[in-house]
């Protein structure tokens, strides 16, 4: 089963944090998180292997709580840059299953 | 260092044909996943080969087939093809290491359209 994240869009202004939530309704072995803009393909951004555990890479990071079988990825002093879809990946039993996206927007 | 490479970019094809479409992994990786997208979806898991074989598979039928070749590129080929075929088709390599997908490292895409 996909994973569920939410929200399905937010729109923020330049300096603005936002948090993308991710939950799967099986056991998760790892958790992916990549950003697709506009006609590109996906990049990675992180992946976390085991609850509890948290990463972050300048001002992205995210968190792992394995019990609630959940991610969420906090974006924080948001730049243009950092417009597109986020999408996180579940991984159960080497079979990767995407959520539906959320489409972030920044603004000046 | 290249990257994930597909080939072609874009196709176009005819519904009831074949097709096949290319994948090279990033250097150093050993295992290509390959993906569905339709607009303003995520990615539908196709199926993952590694060691030339498929790994796991996704919810495709068996029209959707693939291969894994020694130098580890890929091919993804689908028979019999319908409008609902019509999606960016994506090829993603990974490191497996220690076991499980990996950072997986996408490809462009293939655009496929079926009339």
């Known amino acids: 089963q996909q994973p569920v994240q939410s929200p399905q869009a937010v729109i923020l202004r330049e300096g603005e944090d936002a948090v993308i939530n991710c939950s799967s309704s099986?056991?998760?072995?790892?958790v992916h998180w990549y950003r697709q803009k506009h006609g590109e393909a996906p990049v990675f951004l992180m992946i976390l292997l085991k609850g509890g555990e948290q990463k972050g890479h300048e001002k992205i990071s995210a968190s792992f709580n394995e019990k609630k079988q959940q991610s969420s990825l906090y974006l924080t002093a948001s730049q243009l840059s950092y417009s597109g879809t986020y999408f996180c990946g579940t991984e159960i039993d080497n079979d990767m299953r995407f959520g539906a996206g959320t489409r972030l927007t920044v603004k000046p | 260092d290249a990257g994930v490479t597909q080939s072609p970019t874009h196709l176009i094809k005819t519904r009831g044909q074949q097709v096949t479409l290319r994948c090279s992994p990033k250097s150093g990786h050993d295992t290509v996943s390959w993906y569905q997208q339709a607009l303003g979806q995520g990615p539908q898991f196709i199926f993952q080969?590694?060691?030339?074989?498929?790994?796991q598979r996704g919810n495709f039928p068996d029209r959707f087939s693939g291969h894994q070749f020694p130098n580890y590129s890929s091919e993804l080929n689908v028979n019999a093809l319908l409008l609902g075929d019509s999606a960016l088709y994506l090829c993603?390599?990974?490191?497996?290491?220690?076991?499980?997908?990996?950072?997986?490292?996408f490809g462009p895409g293939t655009r496929l359209t079926v009339t």
């Open positions: 993603a390599s990974s490191f497996i290491g220690f076991g499980g997908s990996g950072e997986q490292y």
């Open positions: 099986k056991a998760l072995y790892s």
């Open positions: 080969y590694y060691e030339e074989e498929e790994r």
